[in-house]
Nanobody
């Protein structure tokens, strides 16, 4: 069965950078990305891409600051987060799809990691 394991979360100050990693194992996927959830809020799409590089998709709130990428040899995708803001504080979930889905609806992803906490302080 497909498993996703995130790493790289932590406590940073506003304006700092952080990179999240997600290793996908146990099966074939064709797309994936990141979804976050802040306390008391709904899950929010962050970024996604198809592994063939045909498309990337970002939430408006992170465009220009976050970059999603993929290392096929390592079955790992990343989220480079720059210029972090207080409102980026959330638990970040790695997601993957057994289709080429890379859209902004969190429910469209088939597989989820356990999440890694990102906390941005002032």
């Amino acid at each position: 069965q497909v498993q996703l394991v995130e790493s790289g979360g932590g406590l940073v100050q506003a304006g700092d950078s952080l990179t999240l990693s997600c290793v996908v194992s146990g099966g074939r996927t064709f797309a994936g990305g990141w979804v976050r959830q802040a306390p008391g809020k709904e899950r929010e799409f962050v970024a996604a891409m198809r592994w063939n590089g045909e498309s990337t998709n970002y939430a408006d709130s992170v465009k220009g600051r976050f970059t999603i990428s993929r290392d096929d040899a390592k079955n790992t995708h990343y989220l480079q987060m720059n210029s972090l803001k207080l409102e980026d504080t959330a638990k970040y979930y790695c997601v993957a799809a057994r289709t080429g889905y890379s859209g902004s609806v969190p429910g469209g992803y088939d597989y989820w990691g356990q999440g890694t906490q990102v906390t941005v302080s002032s």
